[in-house]
């Protein structure tokens, strides 16, 4: 039998010494003396970092709490202010969710996060995983937080044959016995968070580092002799491949950009005009027919980009404005803001100007 007790009293023991220094954290000194994280920068941590490095998270969180400081604040934003502010960030349907939830909590909870999972819940854009880890850290609920890194330290411990995805249910299992049989040893936002960052620095997915393991001793996949084949995976399929154009258009300095529907993918952002995305390359005469606006269209090459579900390749096409079609018209300065695959685009068009 595992001695849950044990392994959770040398993990602990271990996130004391070794936490991570984060600005949305507590660190645990303050936690047992009985300080809580706010709510509003665990959330917004949080969705900030599905599908996103610490690293690269980490200056838009600082932005974000400096420009709005609590939830109200964030709930008060405009839409294209706030999309405007997401951009590079990916994932955009995340950012339409966030500003959706922070509306609710203001002006449904009068700014104030619910204490449960359950609460937490039904909040909208707010799942199973972002409610349990607000609820353990902001909180100090017993909630099961289960994200990548903590998958791959049960797969690990528990040497967990079963390959992922099939294998999540079970990972969440184990990963609640952990919770569920502390008895009465506490600390569920510390727990959460070291079961993160053993994930994040020590648990690595290569070449992890057993040797400055805390929980070695309990490690099921170490004992295997290849604890590095953990989880088990099943060959991925062949990521599908889109071709597209995309238009730049231009008046002096300023580049034409559309707001895209709200709906899909990087809906309601702004970007450049482009045709449809589809499986195969556009023909000159359909990237003609498919521009936004009459010109002389020039072509600057093309741009690759890998969406999670596909990749991408645009071809770029410049033209100057004859003054047609209803446009955002930007500043060089402005093109900052926009989503990493349009800026490669704009760049495109816009560096080689001849």
């Known amino acids: 039998m595992l001695d849950i007790p044990a392994l959770r009293a040398a993990l602990l023991a271990w996130y004391d010494a070794q936490a991570r220094d984060l600005p949305w954290r507590t660190g645990p000194a303050a936690g047992k003396a009985g300080a809580r994280s706010d709510p509003y920068r665990v959330w917004l941590s949080e969705v900030m970092l599905q599908q996103t490095t610490v690293p690269h998270a980490t200056p838009y969180f600082?932005?974000?709490?400096?420009?709005?400081?609590?939830?109200?604040?964030?709930?008060?934003?405009?839409?294209?202010?706030?999309?405007?502010?997401?951009?590079?960030?990916?994932?955009?349907?995340?950012?339409?969710?966030?500003?959706?939830?922070?509306?609710?909590?203001?002006?449904?909870?009068?700014?104030?996060?619910?204490?449960?999972?359950?609460?937490?819940?039904?909040?909208?854009?707010?799942?199973?995983?972002?409610?349990?880890?607000?609820?353990?850290?902001?909180?100090?609920?017993?909630?099961?937080?289960?994200?990548?890194?903590?998958?791959?330290?049960?797969?690990?411990?528990?040497?967990?044959?079963?390959?992922v995805p099939d294998a999540k249910p079970e990972l969440k299992r184990l990963a609640g016995e952990l919770v569920t049989g502390a008895k009465g040893h506490g600390r569920p936002g510390d727990w959460a968070q070291a079961l993160m960052d053993l994930g994040s620095g020590v648990c690595r997915p290569k070449s992890p580092l057993c040797d400055r393991c805390p929980v070695r001793a309990w490690c099921a996949g170490l004992k295997t002799g290849a604890p590095e084949t953990y989880p088990r995976k099943v060959k991925k399929a062949d990521r599908p491949h889109r071709h597209g154009v995309a238009y730049v258009l231009t008046r002096g300095d300023a580049t034409a950009l559309v707001r895209r529907p709200p709906k899909g993918l990087l809906g309601g952002m702004l970007g450049l005009p482009t045709s449809d995305w589809r499986d195969r390359p556009w023909a000159d005469s359909e990237a003609a027919e498919a521009a936004p606006a009459a010109g002389a269209w020039r072509d600057f090459g093309v741009v690759e980009h890998v969406f999670t579900h596909f990749s991408l390749t645009l071809r770029v096409l410049r033209a100057e404005s004859n003054g047609e079609g209803d446009f955002v018209w930007t500043d060089p300065e402005g093109l900052a803001a926009l989503p990493s695959v349009f800026l490669k685009a704009a760049k495109a068009g816009r560096d080689r100007l001849v």
Request: net charge negative.
């Open 62 to 163: 600082l932005s974000f709490t400096q420009r709005w400081p609590t939830v109200s604040d964030l709930a008060a934003v405009e839409d294209g202010e706030l999309m405007a502010a997401w951009a590079g960030l990916g994932y955009y349907a995340r950012a339409r969710n966030l500003l959706a939830c922070a509306r609710a909590v203001a002006a449904e909870h009068g700014g104030v996060f619910p204490d449960t999972e359950e609460g937490l819940r039904a909040l909208p854009g707010v799942g199973a995983y972002t409610a349990a880890a607000v609820a353990a850290i902001a909180f100090d609920r017993p909630a099961n937080v289960v994200d990548g890194n903590v998958e791959r330290v049960m797969a690990r411990l528990f040497a967990v044959e079963d390959p």
